[in-house]
């Protein structure tokens, strides 16, 4: 018999769900959250195939960790903003290509599969990958404008 913290008993919909905890060389499965002092992957198996999902990241200001170093020149810092900003801006053209390049392999799904474009799965499947692209966009667009600050307020 399987245990699950909510009810004592596992169901068919818990099964589904593993958790890989991992702490040094050591792997372990379980069909419960992993303690404190091992990092947590969740394994899904949905129709044969199994996703993997990594625990989340915080996220952490570029920035501050640099100057959490303190061993950073200004000039240093000012070529490293530059870079990031740079670098920031080529990610948001290639996110701009990726999602044109999604949104064409739809269309020839959609055609290939004879399917109208007012269907409503196809309208499902354009709008979420236009979700995930903008969602993209717009935080890496909110860290461009974070950087650019930060370097404006170095020049002053």
Request: some cysteine.
């Amino acid at each position: 018999m399987l245990l699950s913290s909510a009810s004592g008993i596992a169901t068919a919909g818990d099964s589904k769900l593993i958790y890989k905890c991992i702490a040094n060389d050591e792997v372990i499965f379980s069909q419960l959250p992993c303690p404190a002092n091992y990092t947590q992957h969740q394994i899904e198996y949905h129709y044969g195939l199994a996703t993997e999902t990594p625990p989340p990241t915080k996220y952490d200001d570029p920035l501050l960790a640099m100057l959490a170093q303190k061993d950073l020149t200004e000039a240093q810092l000012q070529r490293w903003l530059k870079s990031e900003i740079e670098r920031l801006q080529q990610e948001q053209q290639y996110l701009e290509i990726r999602r044109t390049s999604d949104l064409e392999q739809l269309e020839r799904q959609r055609y290939w599969e004879d399917t109208p474009q007012q269907a409503p799965e196809f309208i499902e499947k354009l709008h979420k990958i236009n979700l995930r692209y903008d969602a993209l966009k717009q935080h890496n667009h909110d860290a461009l404008v974070r950087l650019q600050q930060y370097r404006q307020q170095l020049a002053e």
